[in-house]
């Protein structure tokens, strides 16, 4: 099983991406459904705590999935040159992982960004993510892989990536490919 993740405020482009990626057997995890405080900082979930974090909402939901993958694919739109404030949360509240038991040791990470500017001129910022990524992977020990960076394009089109790429689907079965292998 693969987890996807779509790290939108809103079920639209990127949430397409990711349900058109999964298999029936993958899960697919919006966002955008959820209730995910930021993290505390109190470091109870790695001093005494025997489950995850002290915040009972949806990320104990995501921690059960994170157990029995080995993919998690990331698809992220990009806002303010960065990831979601939702997706940095759930980033945040994987601290019990690094500490505790090093649940994400081995696991592939793929991330594919969504940015509203023309690929080419999104690449520094999806760069700039794939490096904060990267980042995070040397102390919790996960693979990191940079699959794509979409652009949604002209603002009238901005909902549906799939009036942007006249050949989405081919695209679509080639990231598949890569996450498979």
Do not use: W
């Amino acid at each position: 099983m693969n987890l996807y993740i779509s790290g939108s405020n809103r079920k639209r482009n990127c949430y397409r991406i990711c349900n058109d990626l999964k298999k029936d057997e993958d899960m697919l995890i919006s966002l955008a459904d959820k209730n995910i405080r930021f993290c505390l900082g109190c470091n109870k979930c790695i001093n005494i705590l025997e489950k995850y974090c002290v915040l009972n909402d949806d990320m104990q939901e995501i921690y059960k999935y994170l157990l029995y993958t080995d993919k998690v694919i990331i698809v992220t739109p990009i806002y303010m040159n960065h990831i979601t404030g939702i997706l940095k949360n759930v980033i945040d509240r994987l601290n019990p992982f690094t500490f505790r038991e090093n649940i994400l040791k081995g696991k592939k990470i793929y991330i594919i960004t969504v940015g509203q500017m023309e690929e080419d001129e999104n690449e520094e910022i999806a760069n700039n993510i794939k490096e904060y990524f990267e980042g995070i992977s040397e102390f919790m020990e996960f693979e990191v892989i940079f699959l794509k960076n979409f652009s949604s394009g002209d603002i009238s089109l901005i909902d549906d990536i799939t009036k942007k790429y006249k050949n989405y689907k081919d695209i679509i079965e080639e990231l598949r490919k890569k996450i498979e292998n």
